[in-house]
């Protein structure tokens, strides 16, 4: 993968397919995501683990980003 990797900060509406997320001292892989209501989401991880993220959870996830383009959204 082209780019470098960016701190971030997310929540339930911000976290993207891709983010590096460090739960509990590990770092998780968000390969896929369900939106469950009331603006949680129910992220699937690389391991086949799961995280709820509540509406009001915030996390800190490394994002890849490539620097050369212009107006890059995060």
């Known amino acids: 993968m082209k780019g470098v990797l960016i701190s971030v900060e ?3 509406t911000t976290v ?3 983010d ?3 739960i ?3 770092c998780h892989t968000v390969q ?3 939106a469950t209501g009331l603006g949680r989401k129910r992220l699937l991880f690389t391991t086949g ?3 709820t993220m509540q509406r009001t959870t915030i996390l800190w996830a490394a994002r890849r980003t ?3 383009l212009r107006n890059r959204l995060y």
């Open 66 to 68: 490539d620097p050369r």
């Open 32 to 34: 896929d995501m369900v």
């Open 10 to 12: 997310v929540d339930a």
């Open 24 to 26: 509990g001292g590990q």
């Open 20 to 22: 590096q997320i460090m």
């Open 49 to 51: 683990e799961t995280f």
């Open 16 to 18: 993207a397919v891709g």
